[in-house]
Nanobody, 125 residues
Framework: QVQPVESGGGSVQPGASLRLSCTTPGYPHRSSCMGWFRQAPGAEREGVATFDTDRTTYANSVKGRFTISRDRALNTLNLEMNRLKPEDTAMYYC????????????????????WGQGTQVTVSS
């Protein structure tokens, strides 16, 4: 399987914005669900936002600040992150072919999705 490739991470101050992008493989997908997850040091991986054909879900902690979107022409999955907080600091992972559920409350295992290598986001003053 071809892994998605993330980009756009970096170090910013609180209140700043970042845009993460994930280039998704062009092969036919078994699932239309894809999303962004994050893992902070010492914490479990958690769902940030998911995107399906006609539905998006967001973690409560990012609602109103983050926006997930899909660019089919460029085969990318994007995450616009605004008003960043120190607690947003984590490694962010893009996942495609997520199944059988599509929600930030679902924790797909290594076989339930195709994962990227991650991109680091650090928010500190």
């Amino acid at each position: 399987q071809v892994q998605p490739v993330e980009s756009g991470g970096g170090s910013v101050q609180p209140g700043a914005s970042l845009r993460l992008s994930c280039t998704t493989p062009g092969y036919p997908h078994r699932s239309s669900c894809m999303g962004w997850f994050r893992q902070a040091p010492g914490a479990e991986r958690e769902g940030v936002a998911t995107f399906d054909t006609d539905r998006t879900t967001y973690a409560n902690s990012v609602k109103g600040r983050f926006t997930i979107s899909r660019d089919r022409a460029l085969n990318t999955l994007n995450l616009e992150m605004n008003r960043l907080k120190p607690e947003d600091t984590a490694m962010y992972y893009c996942a495609v072919d997520i199944g059988p559920f599509c929600s930030v409350d679902y924790r797909p295992s290594s076989i339930d999705a195709v994962w990227g290598q991650g991109t680091q986001v650090t928010v500190s003053s």
